[in-house]
């Protein structure tokens, strides 16, 4: 069913791939049966969940469909990933402008004492990979770095970050929720051990996703409860949304490249359109970073009050990251990379999915123009 918005926010949430919902509804009304069931009737879920997870496997590149553990999303891998993997006594390293899914899991470690160090990045938003070597120490547990960032895109260098966690023994995390499904992403390329995902940014279903766990690493559960997902997160599973993640993260990276292709074009346009009506911005984030994620500061305007003119326009997009959205502070990613003041205020995060047309994108910056200008 189509609304009358454009979705301009897709970092934020994806609408849901047809497929992938077509796919879940026979395990809400047909095959319902607990998948730890021993009866013939509960085969259905307990295949499909083994379907999913090989799938998902396929998709990231991991050795074994065992590496795939089933969670509720981001958040909760996050959290699994720094609170529980990092052990109880070591030291975390994580970069300033991760989710706050990571920094406030950090931070939670540091109220029990632990240390927790935080590399800075460049104006482009990569990491400072020396920060990292003069940092890492024998005691580093784990060192989590995100793949992308959901605010300004920036992909970061994750093959040196593994060189250097290799050398030192500990645990590499990333954070790969804007990354999975909309870039190619291998786990065994990446050399990373953990990696939290989330279905709803790559047009799956909300409230599901998964953390991969390398095989030769043992972590301690998250949920203590039943035995489901291998004793390490209890709870019955979400089967119908699990189905759903596998089958959008498929049609996702099936699609990969035309995907990319598509949205650097609609971005191009956009980015085009906003010029030849000679507004001042700038272009935050890297080269290198996730196709349609635009951060665009305004010269002299209020990215919170864009948003909200932009809303009564029917347009949806974002001042920073979904989660910041309420709050009105510049946000800490675009601090971290320094943009000008005079540019800050005036930052919106525009994210192109891939059910945007080009029509869209030009009423998007033919009515930034009209906003700005008044
Ligand atoms: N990590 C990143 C980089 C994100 O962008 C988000 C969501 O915005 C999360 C984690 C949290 O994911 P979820 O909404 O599935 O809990």
Not at 42 to 60: F, M, V
Request: proline share 2%.
């Amino acid at each position: 069913m189509k609304n009358n918005y454009i979705y301009a926010d897709n970092a934020a949430t994806t609408q849901l791939d047809k497929e992938a919902y077509e796919a879940m509804t026979p395990f809400l009304l047909e095959h319902y049966a607990n998948p730890s069931q021993p009866y013939s009737f509960s085969r259905a879920s307990k295949n499909a969940l083994k379907e999913a997870r090989r799938t998902i496997a396929e998709c990231i590149g991991a050795e074994y469909e065992d590496e795939i553990i089933f969670t509720s999303g981001g958040t909760e891998s996050d959290n699994w990933a720094v609170k529980i993997c990092s052990g109880d006594s070591g030291d975390v390293i994580t970069s300033a402008i991760e989710h706050h899914a990571i920094l406030n899991a950090c931070r939670s470690l540091e109220k029990h004492n632990r240390k927790v160090d935080y590399i800075t990045v460049d104006s482009k938003g990569v990491i400072d990979i020396e920060c990292l070597e003069r940092m890492i120490s024998n005691s580093t547990s784990l060192v989590s770095i995100m793949l992308a960032n959901n605010e300004i895109g920036t992909i970061q260098p994750l093959q040196y970050v593994s060189e250097i966690t290799r050398e030192h023994g500990c645990l590499l995390h990333t954070d790969a929720v804007q990354a999975v499904g909309h870039i190619p992403v291998d786990v065994t390329k990446l050399g990373v051990d953990l990696l939290s995902a989330s279905a709803h940014k790559f047009n799956g279903p909300r409230g599901v996703g998964f953390l991969y766990k390398k095989h030769n690493i043992s972590i301690a559960p998250f949920i203590d409860g039943g035995k489901q997902e291998y004793n390490l997160r209890a709870g019955t599973e979400n089967v119908a949304s699990i189905v759903a993640m596998s089958v959008a993260l498929k049609n996702n990276c099936l699609k990969i490249k035309e995907n990319e292709i598509k949205l650097e074009y609609l971005e191009s346009q956009l980015i085009s359109d906003l010029n030849s009506y000679g507004l001042d911005f700038i272009i935050n984030g890297s080269k290198n970073k996730l196709p349609g994620n635009i951060s665009i500061s305004f010269k002299g305007c209020e990215g919170e009050s864009l948003l909200h003119r932009l809303d009564l326009m029917g347009i949806c997009v974002s001042t920073g990251s979904a989660c910041d959205s309420v709050n009105t502070q510049i946000s800490h990613v675009i601090k971290a990379i320094n943009v000008p003041v005079e540019y800050a205020n005036g930052t919106i995060r525009i994210t192109i999915g891939k059910y945007n047309t080009l029509e869209e994108m030009r009423r998007v910056a033919y009515c930034l123009n009209k906003i700005i200008k008044g």
